[in-house]
């Protein structure tokens, strides 16, 4: 017997159709000796809508009572399931985030979680009931109703997983497991049976949209065993325990599963990047912390950053991306910062990706860079910017070359599946 943590996401959730597939699911599961708790997604969209009645309520509302707006997405979802196993025979209940409580700091809208007092939520698990727990929800010191950010049910459920000492954490979304690259772009991509906890780290960081990178945080740090499979299966199909999708685990147990990890995991697109060039900016000390001074005081994020050789006059060109989201705000506040940094010219550009390698074994492999680079010259795709880590190696493009840089280095690095079509 083991003791697991379900996750459902909002597609999962979507309609009392496709909740009454998660019962069973859920059911079985139980059914089959494990000690479960489920933590459950708003209904897809339904974030989306609630915080749109924030907005048209008040365009600068308070973040505590925006909080108790979006949690409540959740709430009906986690009430909906408890009774629909209760429907089929099981025992099940509700827990809300202010009754297990999950306690957070006071960060509305995108509180971090300090701690979960889990011992009634054990009690009920031990006594064979299945406890539907909503994501995404927490309170604060005060007592009020947190969120934390969006995405945040996943880091919920590792959260929740870790309080009670679970077995494993199962991911449940719209897709079947991790795979070296999106399927959509390669039809020859492969599904991964296991990953370190840093390459779905990078993984997330850099575009993968399967997991929320905190939750891969949090999970590496509280040494939760996380499964990503699919909630879209028929209702006979293999459990969990015998139909794994993908495991993310520490690199010691990886090495338990597989004899001989493969060189690169995956290939990792995000489009979702905007380029910035600053122009004759003076080479001299502290004239790039004028710059990026200002975008972190903002909670700007920046990601690549290449500073030219100076030129004669003592000037050089600085290049750095940051979100497509934060782009307008990049622009005005150095734009305000002009005189202070000294620039001539701004240059933007947001029809750029940002294209990585992802893999462990680079750690003792050398040639992984050139690789990267001669696919992409043989192909004539001009690299823009280039930043690296102990396990990863981007790469800015142009985002009409995309899907072709993607396809050829998936191909280069022998990650295509020989038995795809």
């Not at 971090?112 to 909503?134: F, T």
């Not at 945080?217 to 065993?225: F, P, W, Y």
């Not at 010259?377 to 880590?389: C, E, G, K, P, V």
């Amino acid at each position: 017997m083991a003791r697991i943590v379900m996750k459902f996401g909002g597609t999962s959730m979507a309609g009392t159709e496709r909740i009454r597939r998660v019962a069973n699911i859920v059911r079985r599961q139980q059914a089959a000796g494990h000690e479960v708790a489920v933590v459950v997604s708003a209904m897809a969209g339904e974030t989306d809508r609630l915080v749109g009645f924030c907005r048209e309520a008040n365009a600068l509302y308070d973040p505590a009572e925006y909080d108790v707006v979006v949690a409540a997405g959740e709430q009906v979802t986690s009430g909906l399931l408890a009774l629909t196993l209760q429907a089929m025979g099981c025992k099940a209940r509700s827990w809300l985030g202010w009754q297990l409580p999950i306690k957070t700091d006071d960060a509305h809208a995108k509180a971090r979680i300090e701690d979960i007092d889990s011992d009634a939520l054990v009690a009920s698990m031990q006594a064979g009931e299945i406890a539907v727990i909503p994501g995404f929800q927490g309170l604060d010191p005060a007592g009020r109703v947190t969120t934390l950010g969006r995405g945040g049910s996943d880091t919920s459920a590792v959260a929740v997983a870790a309080a009670v000492k679970a077995d494993r954490c199962d991911i449940y979304t719209d897709v079947d497991g991790v795979y070296t690259t999106d399927p959509r772009i390669v039809a020859k991509a492969r599904k991964l049976p296991s990953v370190t906890y840093e390459e779905m780290l990078e993984l997330a960081s850099v575009g993968s949209k399967v997991l929320q990178t905190r939750s891969v945080s949090l999970a590496m740090k509280e040494g939760v065993r996380v499964q990503v499979l699919s909630s879209f299966v028929d209702d006979d199909a293999p459990l969990a325990d015998d139909l794994p999708g993908t495991m993310i685990v520490s690199d010691e147990e990886l090495e338990g599963l597989e004899m001989e990890h493969q060189l690169i995991t995956g290939i990792a697109a995000d489009k979702n990047e905007a380029k910035v060039t600053l122009t004759r900016v003076a080479d001299r000390p502290g004239a790039v912390a004028s710059i990026f001074g200002p975008l972190a005081a903002a909670n700007i994020n920046v990601d690549m950053i290449i500073q030219n050789v100076a030129k004669d006059k003592g000037e050089t060109d600085v290049t750095f991306t940051v979100t497509q989201a934060d782009l307008d705000r990049t622009q005005a506040l150095l734009e305000e910062q002009k005189e202070t940094i000294g620039f001539y010219r701004m240059i933007t550009d947001s029809k750029v990706t940002k294209i990585s390698v992802v893999g462990v074994g680079m750690r003792s492999h050398a040639g992984i860079a050139a690789t990267m680079f001669k696919t992409l010259a043989d192909r004539r795709i001009n690299i823009q910017a280039i930043s690296t880590s102990e396990i990863k190696v981007s790469v800015l493009i142009d985002a009409d070359e995309t899907e072709l840089a993607v396809r050829v280095l998936h191909t280069a690095y022998g990650l295509d599946a020989t038995d795809a079509g």
